[in-house]
């Protein structure tokens, strides 16, 4: 069979896709299982919660993390079937990114210069890295095994994508704890943390995904 028909085949099999997707979602609740245990075992609830979660800045941390999460799975599931063209859901994230963005300027606004470096560096940074990584690595074994099933042409991508899902939804479960609320603290310890995790699986993806 030559290798066109065979992507042609791959892309037209309808019931390969809807296991895909149910097959990813049992898998998310694999490894959110595993992540809640571990959070469970390390970690508690920061007091307050979940009433705080109305606070705007704490609120946005939420917003960043889980619409980049519900971005990285719809990106996954469209890098692991042949052929098709991701470009055009690249767009959507521009959702938590302009959502961080205008938290960063609203708070670089109202907040004294003196005021920056402090939330900017917090109490917990090296405790965020670290957390937010370990959290999110039963979510990446687990979104990787399934994502396993497909097809990728570019496996690196769509292991990149398993991460950015990984991490983005572990850094969400540490929120629950964070009380570093600074959006300057987000943008550059949640997201190098959530970078660390998306590169991870952008190397394992190039081996394991490929097919």
Do not use: N
Not at 82 to 105: E, F
Not at 169 to 188: E, I, N, R, T
Request: charged share 15%.
């Amino acid at each position: 069979m030559k290798t066109d028909d065979l992507i042609r085949g791959l892309a037209a099999d309808t019931r390969r896709e809807r296991s895909l997707e149910s097959g990813l979602a049992r898998a998310l609740g694999i490894g959110l299982a595993g992540a809640v245990a571990l959070f469970a075992l390390i970690l508690s609830p920061r007091a307050g919660m979940p009433g705080l979660m109305m606070e705007p800045r704490i609120l946005l941390k939420f917003i960043v993390t889980l619409s980049l999460a519900a971005t990285s799975i719809w990106l996954a599931l469209r890098l692991v079937r042949p052929g098709a063209d991701a470009r055009p859901l690249v767009w959507a994230l521009a959702i938590p990114a302009g959502a961080l963005m205008l938290g960063v300027v609203t708070e670089l606004v109202v907040t004294p210069l003196q005021g920056w470096m402090p939330g900017l560096f917090g109490h917990s940074a090296i405790y965020c890295l670290s957390l937010v990584t370990l959290m999110a690595a039963p979510v990446l074994v687990s979104a990787l095994y399934a994502l396993k099933r497909g097809a990728p042409e570019h496996p690196m991508l769509a292991g990149a994508a398993g991460g950015a899902l990984a991490g983005s939804l572990g850094a969400a479960l540490y929120a629950l704890h964070c009380v570093d609320d600074s959006p300057l603290f987000v943008l550059v310890w949640y997201g190098i943390a959530i970078g660390f995790v998306t590169a991870a699986g952008a190397l394992i993806g190039r081996r394991v995904l490929s097919w």
